[in-house]
């Protein structure tokens, strides 16, 4: 699969990711590796990824607990820390390995080390290839603030070996297909259609799809790599989606929803808002929900679940006028920002969504 160009790096694929690194890490180049990765990907990964790097660089492996509740300033602390003490310098290199968890921290702390060094994301997630770890974006969490502190800083590379996902589990791919369904929808109808046939995909049209996916995401940073206009358009399903990722967070009776698992009902929800606004048609909302709905369990919604959720909503920091703003779909393929929506509208959407 061929190269992507991005901003100042290279997406590189499957098997042309070893050549690349052996070519890279070079004594001459750098001091020291450092592999970071997190509980799971040390076992499942790490392995691998060791046996296939050829390189007389000194490698060193740094690790913390897997999950989202670790994505903060302490295990931030804790890598500064193990990487002084294993002998860091400027001209050391931190490679990425794992989910968008391990990807988001590591490009944090190598953006911040010793004001900066270089960093590879080698994303392990399905939502990690297609998503976290392109675009520079990096951060973590403070208190139930998500990715309250960070920075964009762009990685050396990218490398994505798609064999990692044969460990992820369902829910987890699930997850990262909600955001390649985002991207169909909102750049590109013909790579959309080829959802409809998913259950007759194997490993080799997903990793087209993956590849198509990153193409996607990588235009549309490269188009406005600081947020101000079209970037907001990898914002459909996110605005209602968030809203219900974080009340199903906090909500000690609910079981939590995975982001891609918040983000599929966003989707449709907003394709609702989209249809409502007179930018799709009915036969594009039933056909978006049918395809939704047939990858995803529903979510169940009571009245004081869609109140809770719509009061989340007015507090959303993107929001002007007290009013919430939405990027909606102008058909599909196609995506309008800065749309403004009645809280009456998104309570139909919410009924829209129940039956
Ligand atoms: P994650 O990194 O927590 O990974 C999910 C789980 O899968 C973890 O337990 C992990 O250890 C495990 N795992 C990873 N690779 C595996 C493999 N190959 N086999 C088996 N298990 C594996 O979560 P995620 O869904 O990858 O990423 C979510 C994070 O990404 C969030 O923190 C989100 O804020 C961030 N994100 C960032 C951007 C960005 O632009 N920077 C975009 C989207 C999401
Ligand atoms: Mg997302």
Same mark, same amino acid.
């Given at each position: 699969?061929?190269?992507? @160009?991005? @901003?100042? +790096? ?7 990711? +070893?050549? +690349?690194? %052996? ?5 001459? #180049? ?46 931030? &602390?804790?890598?500064?820390?193990? /990487? ?20 988001? /921290? ?31 974006? *990096?951060?973590?969490?403070?208190? @139930? ?10 990685? !050396? ?13 369902? %829910? ?29 995909? *194997? ?7 993956? #590849? ?15 947020? %101000? ?5 990898? %914002? ?10 974080? &009340?199903?967070?906090? *909500? ?25 606004? @007179? ?10 929900? +049918? ?25 959303? !920091? ?10 909606? /779909? ?26």
């Amino acid at each position: 699969m061929q190269t992507i @160009n991005a @901003n100042g +790096y290279s997406v590189y694929f499957n098997e042309t990711i +070893y050549n +690349y690194l %052996n070519e890279t890490l070079l004594p001459e #180049h750098y001091s020291k590796v450092f592999i970071l990765a997190d509980s799971s990907t040390s076992e499942l990964c790490l392995p691998d990824f060791i046996a296939n790097l050829a390189t007389e660089t000194p490698i060193e492996i740094i690790e913390f607990e897997a999950g989202e509740q670790f994505k903060n300033i302490e295990t931030c &602390y804790e890598i500064w820390s193990a /990487l002084t003490e294993l002998g860091a310098d400027r001209k050391s290199i931190i490679l990425n390995l794992g989910g968008g968890v391990v990807t988001d /921290l590591g490009g944090f702390v190598a953006s911040t080390f010793k004001r900066g060094i270089e960093y590879i994301n080698i994303p392990t997630t399905l939502l990690a290839m297609v998503d976290a770890s392109i675009g520079g974006k *990096n951060g973590v969490d403070l208190g @139930n603030l998500k990715n309250q502190i960070g920075t964009i800083t762009t990685p !050396k590379a990218v490398l994505i070996d798609t064999h990692f996902l044969t460990t992820l589990p369902q %829910n987890e791919m699930r997850s990262g297909l909600a955001e390649m369904l985002k991207h169909g929808l909102i750049q590109d109808k013909d790579y959309w259609d080829k959802f409809k046939m998913l259950s007759s995909l *194997n490993t080799e049209d997903l990793d087209i799809l993956i #590849h198509q996916s990153v193409e996607i995401k990588n235009n549309v940073v490269l188009q406005d790599p600081t947020e %101000n206009g079209i970037r907001k358009a990898l %914002n459909f399903g996110h605005t209602l989606g968030h809203a219900i990722e974080s &009340y199903f967070l906090e *909500n000690d009776d609910k079981k939590s929803l995975l982001h891609g698992e918040a983000i599929a009902v966003g989707m449709i929800l907003e394709s609702y808002l989209s249809m409502e606004k @007179n930018l799709l048609s009915k036969e594009e909302y039933q056909e978006i929900k +049918y395809i939704i709905s047939d990858i995803f369990e529903p979510v169940d919604f009571d009245k004081t679940d869609i109140e809770k959720i719509t009061e989340l909503l007015i507090h959303d !920091k993107k929001n002007e006028f007290g009013k919430v703003q939405f990027a909606l /779909l102008d058909g599909i393929g196609k995506i309008k920002i800065n749309q403004f929506v009645t809280n009456d509208l998104i309570n139909s959407a919410f009924e829209d969504y129940k039956n």
